[in-house]
């Protein structure tokens, strides 16, 4: 294990969680509540809160943690059949808007190490209703592939509307975005990509906060809204492998369930 490649990327995700907890508050004018928490093996993370005018639910979570892997998940990652011992860092993002006209807003970025290391993770967002950006959305994301390696959008948006799918109802969760897993090609540009993608998340909810965030809404939109999060609500609860991961590897409950909305409604 590189213990320089490892406090490099939890350094960035520490000041990645810096700048977004600013620019929201500020948008938002309420301060988050933040919680530390350790983990039952090492480590720990901090657990940021808000509720207010603007976000009507958000959380921004980060963690480092280590420990080793139960022999139920060693088959399951890469490295963990070698040797079961992990460190892992990361931070967590979801942003659940007061305005049915601003999307859900989801992104994490992570670092694994056992014997192999890499990183993972992506962002997405959930309209429920038609979002004017969209196009302009998807092609931010395109770029920024595109400048590390032409053929990756394509894979990551397909890996991305593969996974936040929701077979029971046989739709998707919201409008997609980049999801991926596994990179380890070139540590440096792996982590410039990385950078890139998390820079591309804080510029995004900055100017879609403000820029919707005093249209004005109707009681049925808020309901669009509210069933749209019931699908969000149950792809968190039965297929998302975060979720998964945090509760048997002993992470925060309060932490991992943070993406839950905080409030649905089942047609």
Partial sequence: MTDYNFNEAKNWFEELRNQLIKIVSEIDGSDFIKTNWTHRHQGGGTMAKIKGSVIEKGGVNISSVSGKFSSQMQDK??????????????ISVVLHPMSPK?????????????????FGGGMDITPCMDFKNLELYHQGLKNICDT??????????KWCDDYFYLPHRKEARGAGGIFFDYLKNDWEQDFEFIMDIGKYFRDFIQSTFLELKNEKWSNTEKDLQLIKRSRYAE?????????????ETGGNIDAILMSMPP?????
């Fill in 77 to 90: 990652i890469p490295g963990a059949k070698d040797n079961p011992n992990y460190k892992a860092t990361g």
């Fill in 102 to 118: 601003i999307p859900s807003m989801h992104f994490n970025t992570r670092y694994l190490m056992t014997t192999e290391q890499w």
């Fill in 148 to 157: 590390h390696d032409s053929k990756k959008y394509s894979e990551y948006k």
């Fill in 235 to 247: 792809f968190n609860l039965l297929h998302d492998r975060g979720t998964k991961f945090g509760l």
């Fill in 263 to 267: 409030i649905a409604k089942w047609d």
